[in-house]
């Protein structure tokens, strides 16, 4: 089963980091370009990052620029999202896919490529 796993979640106060991590299972994710999304509560689905194949082009939204970080490992299949002075209006699960990493961020296309995962619960309070 294609499927991405994402992990590095949890609970933390505002002003802090923590470092997601996006793992594909059933294949490889090395040869297509990866982005982040998140939901928040009682909203839709919304693209944050995506980072190009080779790892050398990064885009971001602009509530995130300076803040989030994406990377990936192509030697473990690993992707990345450090995420630094976390606000309450980050909380939200979020979750990896394989994209089009292009044009509006905020709704990028996926490819259809398996499964969404079951996301990573970032709560940021206080």
């Known amino acids: 089963q294609l499927q991405f796993v994402e992990s590095g979640g949890g609970l933390v106060q505002p002003g802090g980091s923590l470092r997601l991590s996006c793992e594909a299972s059933?294949?490889?994710?090395?040869?297509?370009?990866i982005g982040w999304f998140r939901q928040a509560p009682q909203k839709e689905r919304e693209g944050v990052s995506c980072?190009?194949?080779?790892?050398?082009?990064?885009k971001y939204v602009d509530s995130v620029k300076g803040r989030f970080t994406i990377s990936r490992d192509n030697a473990n299949n690993i992707i990345y999202l450090q995420i630094n002075n976390l606000k309450p209006e980050d909380t939200a699960v979020y979750y990896c896919?394989?994209?089009?990493?292009?044009?509006?961020?905020?709704?990028?296309?996926?490819?259809?490529?398996?499964?969404w995962g079951g996301g990573t619960l970032v709560t940021v309070s206080s």
């Open positions: 896919a394989a994209v089009f990493c292009e044009g509006n961020i905020t709704t990028m296309k996926t490819y259809g490529l398996g499964d």
């Open positions: 059933g294949f490889s994710s090395r040869y297509y370009a």
């Open positions: 980072i190009s194949s080779s790892g050398i082009t990064s």
